[in-house]
Every structure is written in C-alpha cells, then in structure tokens.
C-alpha cells in the first residue's frame, strides 16, 4: 500500500498521444486498481508459522485506505488494531480537478508536517511546499512532470534555501505505479522500487533496492493472490520471500457505500 511520498501523484507513446483527452478524468479508485463504489479498505497482516499456517493477526500495522464519494483518497494511514497511532497521509483539501491542495503527514497520531501545493495556470503540478508542526518551510517540490494520466513521473525536492535535496522518479505500467528511485543530490541513487504486475494489473513481485552504508540492500517480495470477491478486488493474499517461504497473510475488509 505504501509508496513513494508525495504520488499525488516515461509514459507509453499512446499515454503521451493521449494525454489532453486523459489527463485529471480518472480517480483515484481507478489508479489503486479498485472496482466498485468503495468507501474504506482495511488491509489486515496476519502471522505464518513454519508450516505456512496462519496465526493471529499483526496488532501493529493495519493500513487503512478511505475515499470520498468522488473516488478521491481521504487517507492512506497504518494504525494498530485499536484504531490508534495513525501514521501516513491524509488529505484534507482538493482542488476542482482532484489535484491535491493540503496534505497533512502524521505520525503516530500526529500532525508532523503539510504539504500545500500550488497548480500552474493550466492546472498542472506546480510548486509543492511542506512546513513543519510550527509552520515553518521544511522543504519544497518543483521541477514536475508528469504522464498521459496526469501522475507525477519526475520531481526535485529542495531545502528552503534552494538547495537540491533529492531527484524522484516514478515509473508506470498504464495507470498502475510500478516503482521508481531516489536520487541524492550528488544524482546518485539511493532507493529504487521494482514491480512486476500480473494480469489483473496486481502486483506479483516487489524488489526494493536501498543503498547502505555504500552497499546495497535488496529486498523481494512474491504475492500470491488467494481470494477475490465478486467486484474483482482482491481479499486475500500470500506474501512470499526470495527463498518462496510465506512470511505472511493479507487479508482485505473492503467497505462498499451502499448505491
């Protein structure tokens, strides 16, 4: 569930042919790969033991998805079984084309920053700036561009003095993020997300490179995809490491609003 910061986010020939026709129609259900008037999707971790079986459910680590009755994100937040600690993004303001306007980034609970963003004349991405619990300018995106869809494939984020802090890339298989890198300031690359999507455009794997200490570190997940309820949504999946051992079990609880 979770991505780059700041997807408020090179397209296909077709996405670039298309992109005045294309750009801003579509919600973010569409590009979540959600089917169906949904209103909230809980995505519940459970515990696997040696045998694959499955245990009780992680009390730590629920992500949370909510949208408005316009397909549009509201929040995409993890929280514990009791409902607290929420960390993540929750969006507060949108302008007419669903372009986010504020952003609010909280941490176990808490406002840690916000994110405004500003569209260009046209309606495009403009300048992002993000302030601290105090208000004051912790750092700023510009330099975006964006695909057919209208997603961000490429942005800098700079300190307040215009210092350049990071080159973000992000990469797309038609509506569907597919992973990306960070670069530091120097352009070298820091992070990078690699995803492999099935035919339902879910993804099958996940490699995740991050550099430490010099060397990097390379994760890769495999998903399994057990359970699909009648809208084509997906309730239930296996999380697989490199070596095919199950390390756990998704479960969905999708909330449809009622036509």
Not at 43 to 60: F, N
Not at 75 to 95: C, H, L, P, T, W
Not at 175 to 189: A, L, N, R, T, Y
């Amino acid at each position: 569930m979770k991505k780059f910061i700041l997807l408020l986010v090179t397209g296909s020939p077709f996405l670039q042919s298309t992109a005045q026709k294309s750009i801003w129609r579509h919600n973010d259900l569409f590009f979540d790969n959600l089917k169906g008037n949904i209103e909230k999707v809980k995505e519940i971790p459970y515990s696997v033991d040696s045998s694959g079986k499955i245990g009780a459910p992680d009390s730590c680590c629920i992500g949370v998805l909510a949208y408005n009755k316009a397909g549009y994100r509201t929040m995409d937040v993890s929280e514990n079984a009791f409902g607290k600690g929420m960390s993540g993004q929750v969006y507060i303001k949108r302008y007419h084309n669903g372009k986010p306007k504020e952003i609010q980034f909280i941490s176990n609970g808490k406002v840690a920053s916000t994110l405004l963003g500003t569209p260009t004349k046209d309606g495009n991405y403009g300048t992002a700036r993000i302030y601290d619990e105090a208000g004051k300018l912790v750092s700023f995106y510009d330099g975006v561009k964006v695909n057919g869809y209208g997603k961000i494939i490429f942005m800098k984020s700079f300190k307040p003095d215009s210092t350049l802090q990071q080159t973000i890339i992000n990469n797309y298989q038609e509506q569907i993020w597919v992973g990306g890198s960070i670069m530091d300031s120097s352009g070298k690359e820091i992070f990078a997300t690699v995803i492999t999507l099935n035919e339902n455009l879910y993804p099958s794997e996940v490699v995740q490179t991050q550099l430490i200490n010099g060397l990097p570190s390379v994760n890769r997940t495999k998903y399994v995809y057990d359970r699909i309820d009648e809208h084509g949504n997906w309730t239930q999946r296996r999380e697989l490491n490199d070596k095919g051992e199950v390390r756990k079990i998704v479960k969905r609880e999708i909330l449809y609003r009622k036509s």
